[in-house]
């Protein structure tokens, strides 16, 4: 779904990891109540606490939280990447607040606490003996995305950079560039990870990003295809729908349309490198 008064902006995974003397979470919710769910969760888990949270991407449906568990864990540590940690201080902070707020009414009241922690892709960080690689490779769902891999669990945390069950970047398709993120699966599915914790949808194993880049690419293809045969972006959606019809049953696949017209800017764009 896309958050509202029912789910109080409770539409995207959350992990958490235990380790020796603390927890690791992984994107803390779409707003301050899921925050304070998460942080229930985690006591009724262990008393140990929560140590380092981790913010995927920039968007408000993973980072929301954390003034929450900050609120109980005035120790917390607070990552995510230097792109993120910089638009969100220059006011897309404010502007995810207020979407979030008329989304799901007062349940997203709470003041904002930003990560700041900042990360650039490719650190290897050791919290509490547990190692943990960042992967970051550029603009895909986002330009700020990172990935986290768990290599004593062969698992990697993807973000929004895999999603399942929900139509890949359709929620915010302004933000992300579809080359960029069919390269960032193709990296993922290349790492020694047997498990996959998608940003939105089912966790499994490689049939998980395998969707989100069979999506992604034939998307990608069928518009550059249609492109190529000389129609624009509103004439192709039949065709296109047609490519993608094994998703239909995705969540917001009737926001098809507006993806559309963004893979079609570039594909355009592409044309003229």
Do not use: C
């Amino acid at each position: 779904a896309m958050p509202d008064r029912d789910n109080a902006g409770m539409i995207s995974n959350t992990g958490v990891i235990l380790t020796e003397s603390g927890v690791i979470v992984i994107d803390s919710g779409g707003s301050y109540a899921i925050g304070r769910l998460i942080v229930r969760k985690v006591r009724e888990l262990t008393d140990k606490p929560i140590i380092a949270v981790f913010n995927t991407h920039i968007h408000g449906d993973h980072w929301l939280g954390n003034s929450a568990i900050r609120e109980s864990y005035a120790g917390a540590r607070f990552y995510a990447h230097q792109k993120a940690i910089n638009r969100l201080q220059n006011g897309e902070a404010e502007n995810w607040r207020n979407i979030i707020d008329q989304m799901v009414g007062d349940n997203s009241s709470g003041s904002l606490h930003l990560p700041n922690e900042e990360l650039q892709g490719g650190e290897t960080i050791d919290i509490d003996n547990l190692q943990m690689k960042v992967h970051h490779t550029g603009h895909a769902h986002t330009d700020s995305d990172i990935m986290i891999e768990v290599p004593s669990n062969r698992l990697l945390f993807t973000g929004d950079v895999v999603e399942y069950g929900r139509l890949v970047s359709s929620d915010v398709p302004q933000d992300f560039d579809a080359r960029g993120q069919i390269e960032a699966i193709r990296y993922a599915l290349e790492l020694p990870v047997d498990i996959f914790v998608p940003g939105h949808g089912e966790t499994g194993s490689r049939e998980i990003p395998e969707a989100s880049l069979k999506f992604l690419q034939t998307l990608y293809d069928s518009v550059q295809r249609n492109y190529e045969a000389g129609l624009a972006d509103y004439e192709m959606k039949e065709q296109v729908s047609a490519d993608l019809a094994s998703f239909s049953g995705w969540f917001n696949f009737d926001q098809l349309g507006r993806m559309i017209s963004f893979v079609f800017q570039q594909v355009e764009s592409a044309d003229f490198e």
